[in-house]
């Protein structure tokens, strides 16, 4: 089976309850997708898997639906079982901010970025949800690989009230997307999902094929920020006004998705609060 080394399972209580999930022969591809959603580190795997030659036939899996349609309950409950896992408290230490708050993010800027491209008529509704679960992924590794130089780089952000990404390649001598590109790159996802690793701080760089998904990514992010799940220091993203331009949407219908999202996350169980995730 093809295991990412790199990317060790936190075994957080999402994990717990998703392989519980996996254990129950009666239950459906949603409640599988449902709790996948909660764990980003695995659902890489999960993609990483549905893109390899075994499985996806060379037609690139974009969407962690069709990745769990396509491997079914079996091979993702073994895959659950093989993975390296650690101690969430093992890794709290580690990054600047917590694996709950970090989980937290990443559902919120998936679940922005699928209601904007609903909202936008873009059909990239599921692609855009996987993007945004995975697209920090390179933060959580590079604060495994120099979590001393990460640290340095957050305190130098909030300092200064800049971009993380920038004094990342100062203390780090590279940055979280940067990673994430290589990370995605060498898991064998698709194009798509690689550039929105790579350059979801600078989307309108991405190249025109992959652009709309980078673009929503982005789009998701800003809006988390706007539900209050951002530094209560820091501003909203220097790209806020370009990408909603070019999404085509106007102030008074962003500003709508605001309660959207929150009774979304509600749903799902998660209270956004003011945190320091804005950030990655
Ligand atoms: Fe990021
Ligand atoms: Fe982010």
Redesign the pocket.
């Given at each position: 089976m093809h295991v990412l080394k790199d990317v060790k399972v936190r075994h957080s209580p999402w994990f717990e309850y998703l392989q519980q999930v996996l254990e129950l022969e009666d239950f459906g591809s949603d409640l599988i997708l449902g709790a996948l959603n909660f764990t980003p580190d695995f659902a890489l795997h999960v993609l990483a898997l549905a893109n390899s030659p075994t499985f996806s036939a060379n037609t690139p899996i974009e969407r962690l639906d069709r990745a769990v349609f396509l491997l079914g309950r079996k091979t993702i409950r073994d895959l659950s079982r093989e993975v390296d896992k650690i101690p969430l408290e093992e890794t709290d230490g580690f990054s600047p901010i917590s694996w709950n708050d970090f989980v937290l993010?990443?559902v919120a800027?998936a679940t922005g970025a699928s209601l904007i491209a609903r909202a936008a008529q873009i059909p990239l509704v599921e692609e855009s949800r996987t993007a945004g679960l995975i697209?920090?992924l390179g933060?959580d590794l590079l604060s495994r690989y120099d979590s001393v130089g990460l640290r340095q780089a957050w305190d130098a952000a909030e300092e200064t009230g800049t971009r993380l990404v920038d004094h990342e390649r100062l203390f780090c001598g590279t940055d979280h997307c940067s990673v994430a590109e290589e990370l995605f790159a060498a898991a064998g996802l698709p194009d798509s999902l690689t550039v929105v690793g790579g350059l979801?701080h600078d989307p309108l760089v991405a190249p025109a094929d992959h652009i709309y998904l980078t673009i929503l990514t982005y789009a998701g992010?800003c809006l988390a920020q706007r539900a209050g799940l951002q530094n209560c220091n820091s501003g909203k993203p220097a790209l806020e006004d370009r990408i909603f331009e070019e999404l085509r949407l106007d102030e008074n219908t962003t500003s709508s998705f605001v309660p959207l999202l929150l009774s979304e996350l509600e749903k799902l169980g998660l209270s956004p609060r003011c945190t320091s995730?804005a950030k990655?």
């Open positions: 993010e990443s800027v697209h920090d933060f979801h992010e995730l990655v």
